[in-house]
T-cell receptor
């Protein structure tokens, strides 16, 4: 079965440094997402991306965060100046586009995550 | 908030028993989904039930949806040790394009 792949699996960085988390979504999917999960807590939505632009973002996704689809296969999340509280597991996900009366989600395919540790 | 909230937070059962997890949510939805997460891994989609469906089966999984009560349940029958994982419900907003996850139920199946 096709997979979403994420690299690196672990990233350790110093507070204030920039990090880029990388994802390769499933090739025929059109919606891309980033979620994060702080240890032992719920999975939180960060941002969704469709047709080369952000379609929705949460209050967590502030000016320090950005996403990019630099080519036809990669989808990246950049954190410009990391904070201690950014330490979490970051999950990339993708889904097929599917419309009913408006955009609606079918199932999401998740990558295995990048564990980000900010020291 | 449209977040799903699961209960119980944790459930420990013996192999062969059935496990039932519940989810409540607050806003109108197009569908509700259940995902599983093994420790330290990504989430895996288990089953999706649409707002006009009341019950759905997939193998040992049975999901019900009551939109009048804004609640859903996931039943795993004849549980196995390999079912040990966290289980999350996720809802979409009727006009949104994101899934919002609940806090999850940690299921432990003892052999």
């Amino acid at each position: 079965e096709p997979e979403v792949t994420q690299t690196p699996s672990h990233q350790v960085t110093q507070m204030g440094q920039e990090v880029i988390l990388r994802c390769v979504p499933i090739s025929n999917h059109l919606y891309f997402y980033w979620y994060r999960q702080i240890l032992g807590q719920k999975v939180e939505f960060l941002v969704s991306f469709y047709n080369n632009e952000i379609s929705e973002k949460s209050e967590i996704f502030d000016d320090q965060f950005s996403v990019e689809r630099p080519d036809g296969s990669n989808f990246t999340l950049k954190i410009r100046s990391t904070k201690l509280e950014d330490s979490a597991m970051y999950f990339c996900a993708s889904s097929e586009d599917w419309w009913v009366d408006g955009p609606t989600n079918e199932k999401l395919f998740f990558g295995s995550g990048t564990q980000l540790s900010v020291l | 908030s449209q977040q799903g909230e699961e209960d119980p937070q944790a459930l420990s059962i013996q192999e062969g028993e059935n496990a039932t997890m519940n989810c409540s949510y607050k806003t109108s939805i197009n569908n509700l989904q259940w995902y599983r997460q093994n420790s330290g891994r990504g989430l895996v989609h288990l089953i999706l039930i649409r707002s006009n469906e009341r019950e759905k089966h997939s193998g040992r999984l049975r999901v019900t949806l009551d939109t009048s009560k804004k609640s859903s349940s996931l039943l795993i029958t004849a549980s196995r040790a390999a079912d040990t994982a966290s289980y999350f419900c996720a809802t979409d907003g009727k006009y949104g394009n994101k899934l919002v996850f609940g806090a999850g139920t940690i299921l432990r199946v003892k052999s």
